[in-house]
């Protein structure tokens, strides 16, 4: 894929994973800090997650208050609203509960903290945060985003409805706890749009012409995981092995992109998330088999090592041939879990056709079409967001 033979691995400093390992929360955070700021939401807070996080937290002599105003994705709102209580309130470790909402907040309001300004400022490194962000301790409660493994975070702009992508090393979590229990909770309409948002990862890391030997090793396992278990999560939530093995793909390939960064998908994804409000798991799904069938001719190779985790049956099978049964398998995938294309989620299509030319600008100066195996010009990816408009599963 590319010639360079030096390598940086990025990851969270301590991954704590396994059933019950939210129990850990307190030990974890009395190491790096005296009061907690949570950020989450009225669904966890609802469920008592937030409630019982507090507790293991006094157990462990650490005090905690939290902002569960995080109701949609991540916007600037929320973490100017976040980093108000976390100064006022006088705390000095951050807790993420939630989805990468939630996680994605507060990694801004972390950096924030001690480097100041504005989180657009810090797009493409034009401000970089080379202070120390406050300790936080990741806890995903979904197994899809794998943000609490990763050092970028996605902001949307209120002024401008423009989904900023910013990846900087302070924004890696101190500590990710991924409790596959946690997930339990996650309705069947959220387990796919996560779990499809985990396998874009694995597989955009794969294609991407930033991957390496480790991203390849991590894409690869958590492209096996979820393929074997995504079915059975969406189909009987309380599978509690299929849960677990959803988390450990998910955050697998969470630091499998982090490494390799993700490429058309989710550089398409981000422009309809932000003007549409189609939640990014759901645009990813929507996307990906159209991608797929696009970038096909300069990745055949690596579309057959993904089909050969669909090809049940064992067949002899020529490369063309797995790298098909990869893109009709996902598409198989997407229309048993009921993902359905844009127009069907509502997306009024003259809306839409006005938007595209903002959307494929925006997509492009996002950076990941660029790592693509076959890097769209701005005509085609306009014409590819009106195939992925009305696109049959």
Not at 86 to 92: F, G, T
Not at 130 to 140: E, K, N
Not at 358 to 363: E, G, I, R, S
Request: charged share 15%; glycine share 8%.
């Amino acid at each position: 894929m590319q010639t360079k033979t030096v390598f940086t691995v990025n990851s969270p400093g301590t991954i704590i994973y396994g059933r019950n390992s939210f129990e850990e929360v307190g030990v974890y955070a009395q190491k790096l800090g005296t009061k907690a700021l949570i950020i989450s939401d009225p669904i966890m807070d609802n469920l008592g997650f937030v409630q019982q996080c507090i507790s293991f937290l006094k157990e462990q002599g650490v005090e905690a208050v939290s902002y569960i105003g995080v109701t949609s994705e991540p916007v600037d709102t929320y973490v100017t609203e976040g980093l108000h209580i976390l100064q006022s309130e006088q705390c000095n470790v951050i807790i993420s509960l939630g989805g990468g909402s939630c996680i994605d907040t507060a990694k801004a309001i972390a950096v924030m903290a001690t480097n100041g300004g504005y989180i657009g400022d810090y797009m493409k490194m034009q401000k970089v945060a080379d202070q120390t962000a406050i300790p936080h301790i990741a806890i995903p409660t979904t197994a899809g985003t794998g943000s609490e493994a990763t050092d970028a975070t996605v902001i949307t702009s209120t002024m401008s409805d423009v989904k900023m992508m910013i990846k900087q090393p302070a924004f890696m979590p101190n500590v990710a706890i991924v409790d596959p229990i946690l997930t339990i909770s996650s309705p069947p309409s959220i387990t796919a749009a996560t779990g499809i948002d985990a396998l874009s990862h694995a597989i955009e890391s794969y294609l991407s012409r930033l991957a390496h030997p480790y991203s390849n090793f991590l894409a690869l396992s958590a492209m096996d995981l979820i393929v074997n278990n995504i079915l059975k999560v969406y189909e009987q939530g309380d599978d509690i092995d299929a849960r677990e093995a959803m988390s450990l793909g998910a955050i697998q390939a969470g630091l499998s992109f982090s490494n390799a960064s993700v490429a058309l998908v989710h550089g398409m994804s981000r422009p309809i998330g932000a003007l549409f409000h189609v939640p990014h798991g759901i645009s990813n799904a929507m996307l990906l088999p159209a991608v797929l069938e696009y970038s096909k001719d300069a990745c055949v190779d690596r579309l057959a090592d993904l089909g050969k985790f669909f090809n049940k049956e064992e067949e002899s099978l020529s490369q063309e041939e797995l790298a098909d049964l990869a893109i009709a398998s996902i598409k198989e995938l997407c229309k048993k879990m009921n993902i359905g294309n844009l127009q069907q989620w509502g997306i009024e299509k003259n809306s839409f056709y006005a938007a595209i030319p903002k959307m494929a600008v925006d997509a492009i100066a996002s950076g990941s079409p660029g790592n693509n195996p076959k890097v769209p010009t701005q005509e085609e990816l306009m014409e590819l967001y009106k195939i992925v408009y009305q696109y049959e599963f």
